[in-house]
């Protein structure tokens, strides 16, 4: 059966706010488990409460961290990137196609940046419509037809459209204080011995404790793991979502599809990018030829995406010729 891009929103939106939520419990479960234990350990009140105090911490810094890339984290993104801002009269054409894509989205026209760099590639970031910018590369106004640059920006303002741009900054925030949350507890169990001492002191009945001091250091010793695995599947899936809404707003994959098979062949690595930023971009901006492990890619395969397009006007996969050449090059 063929795919819509009304199928695809609906399918990638519904997976990436499960994910979401799969960081906020996981959060909220870990600060418990570091809470109780904290609390047994010091002998300073119930250890039940202690670990509903540290849960409500622990998802107080994360939102407070967010509120604070909220407001900010745009423009650090932009600095980190050497994004220049221009004006219609120094890129006439790629205004004139990131104006075409705004009334096509709907949404405000963003701010347009230009990095100096032959590497192509693209990125949108922002808090929501109304304070968004697009980034390109020198190398993408260089290397694409008018038609392809129509489909890497309808991708990116389908980023802004959907509120992607919010969406992983928030999501990002949260794995950070998974990190944060996961090193501290380490730190505490290694120089304090998780208050394993304290048993004897109250009598015994130490065994829940001690469990959950087990469980802890494995959560500890995992999360980080975990946490990168859970940001780098919404990112996917994100991707996913605003290559169908891409099509939505220009009204014709080929754009697109060519676009990503042209930056997939592209083996220049982006200077400015870094592993904080990658998965921002349209596709992976740290090029590593030879492939690797897509469960920790930030982007799906090209091949997937690129077959995905395909179903949506009905044609059949890549053949495999094209599938070996574009493989690994993601």
Partial sequence: MTTTFYSEESANRRNSFLLALIVVAFLGVFGYIVGYVVGYGSGGGDPVLWGIGALAIAIAIGILSALGSYYGGDQLVLASSHAQEVNPTQAPGLFNVVQEMSIAAGVPMPKVYIIDDPSPNAFATGRDPQHSSIAVTTGLLQKMTREELQGVIGHEMSHVRNYDIRFTLIVGVLVGSIALLAQLFLRYTFWFGGGRSRDNERG???????????????????????????????????????????????????????????????????????????????????????????????????????????????????????????????
């Fill in 204 to 330: 015994g009945g130490g065994g829940f404790a001690a469990i959950l001091l087990v469980i802890g250091i494995i959560l500890a010793i995992l999360a980080p793991i975990f946490s990168a695995l859970v940001q780098m599947a919404v990112s996917r899936q994100r991707e996913y979502l605003a290559d169908a809404s891409s099509v939505q707003l220009t009204r014709n994959p080929h754009g697109l599809e060519s676009a990503l098979a042209k930056l997939a062949m592209d083996g220049e690595s982006l200077h400015s990018a870094n592993g904080a930023t990658q998965h921002l971009y349209i596709v992976n901006p740290l090029k590593k030829l030879g492939g690797g492990s897509a469960l920790f890619s930030t982007h799906p395969p090209i091949v997937d995406r690129i077959n995905r397009l395909r179903e949506l006007t009905g044609d059949s996969p890549l053949p495999p010729n094209a599938i070996s050449q574009l493989s690994g090059l993601e």
